[in-house]
């Protein structure tokens, strides 16, 4: 065959292959996608040691066998790179969650590079396992590998903002990308403010995460130009390290400068360069008052001392450290990402906007396969149920088949052409049998001990559960309302199980050290309506304004700044937030949604009492559940610093209806069905917060507790459009059956 010569322009071939080129290095090896926050390295990495089963309760496997199957199978260039990613991967002091465990040398602080992949080990942690990983099979969209052997996900399923929490970095041609990483439970925060309020601004977002939040500690010396670069994406952070005074504790002992916590960008070769600046300074006469400099880091964490002089100045010493070292350095943040394909500067809103996206679709796809798998079950089990109730039919047309075929085209056409019964009588109900295909083949499957009654009773309950779950995935995939609040949930579990406490101050000024003020004592009233928007008033403004504001809001509680507010639910939650948490607010101001600032949620939880904890101090309070149990608890069981708590136990399927005071004198019991007990409140036994509580009305089999009135307290209440005085009403034991109302 010929040759067939194309002629074109030098330029032109050179500027579109460069172009090419471009593109690849940046879509395909530099920049993380926004979805998932991974570069395709890391994502390839990960991926190849969840199928080599490499979990967080297995055994380490050797660094070369990941690196190996991984160049293999997903990412053919160069076995460095793949071991250089599994490495950072590992360090927790590069990346704000690690997400893989390494056993060996994987390298220090300090700049020391780890050991050869054929020395050292690995494994998942549990959190890239648990938040990274599952769910593969339900979620994502897989693609072919580089020679098209092999299926790798386009992305993983990650289920929190990776691209924030453990940031990226990455030189591509012509474009860089440089995100910090984030506190995870802030920016699980975040998320749930934004899914709440998509128009939320970038400024309301900070309230709950205010910045980067580097996993070396330091401090973030410009707080306020933080708005600024998350509204666009790009700028530069301030970064200092942490210096504390170490006084000498003879007079012969000399007084130290330590820094315990460096700037992020000063890990590796950085703390090396900063000690030799700090000895030019010394030398060169600018910091006469240190008299010895030594690095005392170890795996415990950084310690770089400097012996003073007596009587050395010690900030003018900062200043210096600050000004010509690396302990004050700048972090630039360009917060570009893959999204629909293309590099882009996201803002905060658009990385979470992307991230969002992200989980809508994969929620979306888990579900629905989630139904399909219950929907078929539900065929089948009842195909079982029914094949239980005619079993005799059954093993009358399986004794009378010659084979397999025979007995599966009757079971599901009701043909008997070719069955044989033993004993006549059964053919007209034969011809009825209309069975699917796959409940014919779960009933041909089935064994024997399926028909023992225990096991019949547990198959109905299955077929329940299976109603159950349907009901459920169906309600979560029409309802965008739903699903967002499983993400929340999601996103609630994660951050319980994961998050950490964050290691890098934000402030303003010149001060290394940043200190709060201490909380003022002064009085206030925190009020929320009806729709659980609550704030602060100062004690001026709510004395002048009593009327109105106890009209229009539900719950109001004066209190001091000290004090704890405390929501009782009938899920038998007690919430707890600090007053301080609180935002303060004028009298026609909004307010915060309760669930913004407290764990308390309004869609599944309904508020049963709320004061707070100096209020109820000393006193006791008296429980009621649904199904009638009741007891006193003293309020001293629920002083806790834990911001959620189970204020009570009891029963599946039971709920809180009254938490109150508990008062001297008599309660009353009232049921759905209008049935009324009187008794003494002694005779209600006091218990811990974690017990049941006794049975105080007898139920019949439909009715429920609704009300537990206190005599004294109540007086006359209404029930169905009727006055009942409750003083009036018989005085009887605990555990009785009550009185019924008449309502004519």
């Known amino acids: 065959m010929a040759e067939k010569i194309i002629t074109t322009e030098y330029s032109e071939e050179m500027q579109r292959s460069y172009m090419n080129y471009s593109m690849s290095v940046i879509t395909a090896r530099a920049i993380p996608d926004a979805r998932d926050g991974l570069k395709p390295v890391q994502r390839r990495v990960l991926y190849d040691m969840s199928e080599l089963k490499l979990g967080h309760d297995k055994p380490h496997r050797k660094s070369a066998r990941i690196v190996g199957d991984t160049m293999g199978k997903y990412h053919p260039h160069g076995d460095s790179s793949i071991y250089d990613t599994l490495v950072v991967m590992s360090q927790n002091f590069k990346k704000g969650m690690a997400l893989i465990d390494g056993h060996g040398n994987f390298g220090s602080i300090e700049g020391d590079g780890a050991a050869a992949m054929r020395y050292t080990e690995a494994r998942l942690e549990k959190f890239a396992e648990e938040v990274y990983l599952k769910d593969l099979d339900k979620t994502v969209d897989f693609v072919p590998n580089y020679d098209e052997t ?66 070396t500690g330091g401090i973030i010396a410009n707080k306020k130009d933080l708005p600024a670069i998350y509204e666009t994406g790009a700028g530069k952070i301030k970064l200092r390290g942490r210096i504390e005074v170490e006084l000498g504790k003879r007079r012969s002992d000399k007084d130290k400068l330590v820094i315990t916590e460096i700037p992020y960008t000063m890990i590796g070769a950085g703390i090396n360069k900063f000690l030799m600046d700090v000895a030019d300074l010394v030398e060169s006469k600018k910091l006469t008052d240190v008299t010895d400099i030594s690095n005392q880091s170890n795996k415990e964490g950084i310690r770089i001392v400097l012996e003073l002089k007596k009587d050395a100045d010690v900030e003018k010493i900062k200043n210096i450290l600050y000004k010509k070292t690396k302990l004050e350095d700048t972090y630039g943040v360009n917060m570009l990402a893959i999204a629909d394909g293309r590099p882009e500067t996201l803002n905060l809103r658009g990385i979470l906007k992307n991230y969002l996206d992200f989980q809508y679709k994969n929620n979306t796809r888990k579900y629905q396969v989630l139904l399909e798998k219950e929907l078929e079950k539900k065929e089948i089990k009842e195909g079982l149920i029914k094949a239980c109730d005619v079993i005799d039919l059954i093993i009358a047309i399986l004794r009378g088949s010659k084979n397999l075929k025979d007995a599966k085209a009757c ?6 052409s070719r069955i044989n019964f033993r004993v006549p009588g059964f053919e007209e109900d034969a011809k009825q049998l209309r069975f699917t295909e796959k409940q014919a083949t779960a009933i041909l499957e089935m064994r024997l001990y399926k028909l023992i009654g225990l096991e019949i009773l547990a198959l109905e309950k299955e077929y329940r559960e299976t109603l159950r779950k349907i009901k459920e995935y169906q309600h979560i995939l029409k309802n965008r ?23 890098t101050d934000i402030e303003d000024g010149k001060e290394a050290v940043y200190e709060e003020a201490p909380v003022e004592v002064q009085e206030v009233a925190f009020i929320m309506d009806r729709f659980g928007y609550c704030k602060l008033l100062d004690k001026s403004t709510y004395e002048r304004n009593l009327e109105t504001v106890e009209s229009e809001h539900p719950h109001v509680v004066r209190c001091l700044t000290t004090d704890k507010i405390c929501l009782f639910t009938d899920t038998g939650m007690l919430y707890q937030l600090k007053v301080t ?12 949604p309760i669930e913004n600032i407290s764990k308390y949620d309004g869609k599944t939880e309904r508020i049963l009492m709320l004061t707070s904890l100096e209020q109820i101090m000393g006193k006791k309070l008296i429980f009621a559940t649904r199904m009638a149990s009741v007891k006193v608890v003293p309020a001293e069981e629920f002083i806790t610093n834990n911001r959620a708590v189970a204020s ?38 006091e218990m811990k917060k974690n017990s049941k509580g006794v049975r105080g009305i007898k139920l019949e089999r439909d009715d429920e507790l609704e009300h537990l009135y206190l005599v004294d307290e109540d007086g006359t209440i209404l029930y169905k459009k009727k006055e009942v005085q409750l003083n009036r009403l018989k005085i009887a034991k605990r555990d009785g059956k009550g009185t019924k109302v008449r309502l004519s």
Do not use: W
Request: aromatic letters at 6%; one cysteine or more.
């Open 150 to 215: 092999e299926k790798e996900p386009e992305v993983l399923p990650v289920r929190v903002p990776n691209l924030l929490i453990n940031g990226a970095e990455g030189i591509a041609v012509g474009m860089s990308t440089s995100i910090p990483p984030h506190n995870l439970g802030e920016v699980v925060d975040a998320v749930k403010a934004y899914i709440q309020n998509p128009d939320i601004t970038t400024e309301e977002l900070m309230r709950y995460m205010p910045g980067p939040d580097f996993p």
């Open 411 to 416: 079971l599901m056409e009701g043909d008997i």
């Open 481 to 503: 309302d739903t699903m967002n609040q499983v993400i929340m949930e999601d996103l609630d579990a994660i951050k319980e199980e994961f998050a950490m406490i964050r290691m």
């Open 581 to 592: 948490d609180i935002p303060m607010g004028k009298l026609r101001d909004k307010g915060t």
């Open 648 to 685: 009570t136990k009891f029963q599946d399927d039971d709920k809180l209806v009254t938490v109150r005071a508990a008062a001297e004198g008599d309660v009353v019991l009232q049921t759905i069905n209008g049935y009324f007990l009187r008794f003494p409140c002694g005779e209600i036994s």
